[in-house]
């Protein structure tokens, strides 16, 4: 894992523990993490990113729709009095990856959460966040 790959917000799984953190801040050599109540500088290279499930999909707010492998988000833009809807086609049993697709046109395969979340962020310019 590269600082370039990274935003602030972006979940990441550390090594040494397995556990996934929130990224705080990061800098050339390293991210910082909240860890309990404390801010903790780790350097980048003991972090990876976490795979892309269908479980990370649902904490996200994706819904199947149609057959198995396909799962959605609407995103409601006000200023446009639109929507986005966001596919992403989850092969996770064979390929291990997904493809982000607008308009059923499929464009990028990613493989990690955070590309999850900095795609989202880059299509709607709103944070991708756990659903409760």
């Known amino acids: 894992m590269i600082a370039s790959e990274l935003r602030i917000g972006n979940i990441v799984l550390f090594n040494d523990d397995g556990k996934e953190y929130t990224v705080v801040e990061i800098n050339k050599n390293g991210i910082s993490i909240v860890d309990v109540s404390d801010e903790t500088w780790i350097e980048i290279d003991m972090f990876s990113g976490i795979p892309l499930t269908e479980s990370w999909l649902i904490k996200f707010g994706f819904y199947q729709y149609g057959n198995q492998n396909l799962w959605k988000q609407r995103v409601k833009r006000a200023e446009h009095k639109s929507s986005i809807t966001i596919n992403t086609f989850c092969h996770t049993s064979t390929t291990n990856h997904q493809y982000i697709s607008l308009n059923t046109f499929p ?20 944070e991708l966040e756990i659903k409760n």
């Open 107 to 126: 464009f990028k395969k990613i493989y990690f959460v955070h590309q999850l979340q900095n795609l989202y962020h880059a299509l709607t310019g709103t």
